[in-house]
């Protein structure tokens, strides 16, 4: 079995990438080159021994980058594709900036005509992350080397909306972020 998967680098795909791979499935994971993507999917990629694919996408660093990435895939008809997105929290964050909308799991099925899975399109960065503790031994290292930041390049801006929600993501099932920034 093969599993195709859309890989940021960020915490939610890293997650989801170790899971699949558990399941037994062969994963195959591609990328894109934006601030931290590249570097991070590189890092992940390395610590499941997965093959890391670069697709060749427009990059603005507009958070679009993800959409873009996924019309791409589907147009290069390489079957399903999996992503790692999560519900945003129903909680105040400190930040200024407007708080993404992000679509659940039935309007990315509708949207994408069944091509792509978003099993945690449901649920809460939280939630995810103590899926990974619960089920991946080497969650420590794919913690180490995700990222969350879309801001800044190799660093952590701290300000960000996904910044902040990685921050109430580990506060909320009580482990420090060991996330190297």
Not at 104 to 125: C, D, F, R, W
Not at 138 to 164: A, M, P, Q, V, W
Not at 171 to 176: A, R
Request: hydrophobic letters at 35%; one cysteine or more; glycine letters at 6%.
């Amino acid at each position: 079995m093969r599993a195709n998967i859309l890989l940021s680098g960020g915490l939610d795909s890293a997650i989801l990438s170790g899971i699949l791979q558990q399941k037994g499935y062969k994963v195959k994971a591609y990328t894109f080159d934006q601030a931290n993507s590249l570097t991070f999917a590189k890092k992940i990629s390395d610590i499941l021994n997965i093959h890391l694919n670069l697709i060749n996408i427009e990059v603005k660093n507009d958070r679009q980058e993800v959409n873009r990435a996924v019309e791409y895939l589907i147009d290069q008809d390489i079957g399903n594709i999996h992503i790692g997105i999560t519900a945003v929290p129903k909680i105040d964050f400190s930040i200024q900036e407007q708080i993404p909308s992000r679509p659940s799991s039935q309007t990315i099925n509708e949207l994408s005509a069944g091509k792509v899975i978003a099993p945690y399109a449901n649920m809460t960065k939280d939630k995810v992350l103590q899926i990974g503790i619960d089920c991946l031994k080497n969650i420590d290292e794919l913690i180490k080397y995700s990222h969350s930041c879309y801001r800044t390049n190799n660093i952590r801006c701290g300000e960000c909306f996904n910044c902040e929600e990685r921050k109430w993501a580990f506060d909320s099932v009580g482990i420090i972020d060991k996330g190297k920034y």
